[in-house]
């Protein structure tokens, strides 16, 4: 089954470049300084368009997770069971992603530290984590 893609933008393209270089890139504004994931043409604190990239440092904290046991879309079937995670990054953006060291979420806490891994899955590079400590 076809996995859906994102489609690269002019707006989102450092995203999945700085992904496919081994960088995890978050957006940051020059007026107010806020931090923000997904990429988008302004602000969502100030609405300002003077924004900058960042590489993030990797590390960061589990705010909230799911585990799906059912697949609610035909793509998904052959992951089951999979988590989705919340992860807050020390800069302060927040990204939904996966935590690779446990489908069914065995181990997860709410504020456990986590490190970034860059995974490569179906051609395209994804941020994912893994419990660290």
């Known amino acids: 089954m076809t996995r859906p893609t994102p489609e690269i933008t002019a707006i989102n ?22 931090a ?7 602000c969502p604190a100030c609405l300002g368009t003077q924004t900058r990239w960042e590489a993030a440092s990797g590390g960061g904290r589990i705010v909230s997770w799911v585990v799906y046991h059912r697949a609610y879309a035909p793509h998904l079937q052959d992951r089951i069971p999979y988590n989705v995670a919340i992860v807050a990054l020390d800069e302060g953006p927040r990204l939904l992603t996966n935590i690779t060291d446990s489908a069914t979420g065995e181990g997860f806490a709410t504020g456990a530290p986590v490190a970034l891994t860059i995974e490569e899955d179906d051609g395209l590079h994804l941020p994912r984590f893994r419990l660290r400590g």
Do not use: M, V
């Open 13 to 34: 393209r450092p995203y999945w470049d700085g992904l496919a270089e081994g960088a995890l890139r978050f957006q940051r504004c020059d007026g107010c300084g806020h």
């Open 36 to 42: 923000w994931l997904p990429p988008r043409s302004h």
